[in-house]
């Protein structure tokens, strides 16, 4: 079992930045991706941004250009850096942690943390 614990979210107005966390523990294996996803209501949850242990990563196409992962692999921490924040933006969201081993395709995630743009 891996916990993910999120912080950063909250109310921010447009074009404002956030910075989001996510640390992980348990059961955390030498190579794995750990990420972002978002969910607005009634849409349906999408990838922000991943990053792998050897720092390959991939954004969603909505926020190429103004989001920003990395992670710090001592800290088993991903990071997400939020630029130019658009209400469009705003959702739930959720640390995603994504591990394969043999073949199986382990993937947990985190409870959520509320990211909100208005003015």
């Known amino acids: 079992q891996v916990q993910l614990v999120e912080s950063g979210g909250g109310l921010v107005q447009p074009g404002e930045s956030l910075r989001l966390s996510c640390a992980a523990s348990?059961?955390?294996?030498?190579?794995?991706?750990m990420g972002w996803y978002r969910q607005a209501p009634g849409k349906v949850r999408e990838l922000v941004a991943r990053i792998s242990t050897d720092g390959r990563f991939t954004y969603g196409d909505s926020v190429q250009g103004r989001f920003f992962t990395s992670r710090d692999n001592a800290k088993h921490t991903v990071y997400l850096q939020m630029n130019s924040l658009k209400p469009e933006d705003t959702a739930v969201y959720y640390c995603?942690?994504?591990?394969?081993?043999?073949?199986?395709?382990?993937?947990?995630w985190g409870q959520g943390t509320q990211v909100t743009v208005s003015s």
């Open positions: 995603n942690y994504q591990a394969v081993v043999s073949g199986v395709i382990y993937e947990y």
């Open positions: 348990g059961s955390i294996l030498s190579v794995d991706t």
